[in-house]
């Protein structure tokens, strides 16, 4: 049984909703939510999320040998790491506490982090997933695409805030004739020159590497004193006690990993049932 936990450190909680958390949603819809800090808003039921992946990767392993997923921190406020998502390896991203495999870059994310902390403060930032080997012809069309669903996977994390894939917004600063993926054969297959598609076109994996980045926000409870109202409808303060991360990014690294995979999963197996 877990015996480190401080349900004490959040009695602030308890008749004050915490700005921009699931405090006030949570007993607006149900009437009454878990203040003590392991409710269906907290970031631990992921661990649900995880475990199952280790059985979709075996799954995986197995139906598309090869295919791996990697997960990794590119952004931290307005730090961006240099990471190319065709080469970057498991063991990079594993190499230092905030999961970022640029090292130089990694060095100043935590010093950030640690200032951040200092201050009573959080930060938000991006992380990008690299999905490589994924045969192509998984996916659906139209209300199951592929790029839908895992975009509704990585929303469903908590502190999601924003999903692109591909060139994502980015793309939509280019002509046509600068986005378009031209196709090649190459050793028998077919390939694209370039992958601002993202691995997925019209809903369906096209065998090149499925990339794509999520945005958390900032951690909501923090330690400077904010506006808030209580249970009873009063405006109040409140300053948070107890332990909370100031960035969730580098926790967030491995949940990412998870839903990927389980979409993934799913979509192997519906090709497999589909078409053999």
Avoid at 27 to 56: L, M, P
Avoid at 107 to 121: A, T, W
Avoid at 187 to 200: H, M, P, Y
Wanted: proline fraction near 5%.
């Amino acid at each position: 049984m877990n015996k480190d936990a401080r349900p004490e450190s959040y009695r602030e909680m308890e008749t004050a909703y915490r700005p921009s958390h699931a405090d006030y949603t949570y007993q607006a819809k149900y009437g009454i939510r878990n203040w003590q800090g392991g409710g269906r808003a907290s970031a631990r039921e992921t661990i649900g999320r995880v475990a199952a992946a280790a059985v979709a990767k075996k799954a995986l392993a197995q139906i598309a040998p090869g295919l791996e997923i990697v997960s990794y921190v590119k952004t931290i406020h307005e730090l961006t790491a240099d990471v190319n998502p065709e080469t970057v390896t498991f063991e990079q991203v594993e190499a230092n506490i905030v999961r970022c495999p640029d090292a130089a870059m990694a060095e100043k994310m935590i010093e950030f982090i640690k200032q951040v902390r200092s201050e009573g403060d959080s930060v938000g930032g991006i992380i990008e997933c690299a999905i490589r080997g994924t045969p192509p012809g998984w996916g659906e069309p139209v209300f199951d695409k592929l790029e839908a669903e895992l975009a509704k996977a990585m929303m469903s994390l908590p502190a999601s805030k924003g999903f692109e894939i591909g060139s994502g917004f980015a793309g939509t600063r280019l002509r046509g004739s600068q986005h378009n993926d031209a196709f090649f054969m190459e050793e028998g297959k077919v390939r694209t020159k370039t992958n601002l598609s993202g691995g997925i076109q019209g809903g369906i994996s096209n065998g090149e590497a499925i990339f794509f980045r999520v945005a958390f926000k900032p951690t909501a409870t923090i330690f400077q004193k904010q506006q808030t109202v209580t249970t009873t409808g009063e405006d109040t303060e409140l300053q948070a006690r107890g332990r909370h991360d100031p960035c969730v990014l580098p926790r967030a690294v491995p949940m990412v990993e998870a839903m990927a995979a389980l979409v993934l999963v799913d979509h192997a197996l519906r090709q497999r049932g589909q078409v053999g």
